[in-house]
């Protein structure tokens, strides 16, 4: 899977191209889809810097419950908890976990290439369950950026004591506010993604990670289908 911000300055580029073949785009029409190619870009480039970063982060999600994302750089892991489950990529494993405390279930898989970012594999993973990820809320800024009938507006606030760069959205009858911090970290969205309402807040931000959060959880019953050699 390539990077976000790889993928996010094609599309942008698209925009530029678009308006400058059509021809019946005025002047300022132009800077607005400029205005968004860059915002969207910076946002990406942001998000994409911190796939290959060390940093860990907790999240208040609606009804009072918590998620959590963490990752280091050296060596490379990356894992997602969330109510009820957890997804780990490690230089030695996959493990995706499910339940909680007593009851929680962990299978074990091989590792698999992650081309230095781990992270990829886990957003992946978790959208797939319906999760707020980095790259999905990217993807609907996108969207948004290519649509000349969107309304997108800027604003800044601190989150978990940190700078953010937010945006609310309408676009298509649809609406979501998201922001995310100077460090490339998603801050906050409120929104639908794949039809399903979602709402994420960054409450902690720390640039330290503890080794054992990417321990199997105490207790798990586990299957490692990893294949043994002698």
Known sequence: MPAASTT???????????????GCQTLDDAGVALGRADLVND????MDRAL???????????????????????????????PGGRITVTQEAVTRCTGASAR??????????????PSVIVYDEARKLGLVTP????????EAALEPDAVIKQSD???AGHHA?????????????????TEGVLGS?????????????????????????FDLPAGAAVVDRRTKTS
């Open 104 to 117: 929680t279930s962990c299978t074990v898989s091989p590792p698999v290439l992650t081309a230095g970012k």
């Open 189 to 213: 969205f409120t929104g639908t993604l794949d039809d399903k309402a979602a709402e994420v807040t960054l409450s902690r931000y720390t640039e330290t990670v503890e080794a054992t959060t």
């Open 165 to 181: 760069t937010c945006v609310d959205v309408t676009n298509a009858g649809e609406r979501f506010a998201t922001c995310v911090t």
């Open 8 to 22: 996010l300055r094609v599309l942008a580029a698209s925009v530029i191209a678009s308006l400058s073949v059509t």
């Open 157 to 159: 606030t601190t989150l």
């Open 52 to 82: 290959e970063q060390t940093w860990a982060a907790d999240y208040q999600l609606a009804g009072g419950q918590t998620a959590s994302i963490a990752q280091t750089a050296d060596p490379l892991r990356s894992t997602y908890t969330w």
């Open 135 to 142: 790259p999905a809320v990217i993807r609907l800024l996108t």
């Open 43 to 46: 946002l990406a480039a942001r």
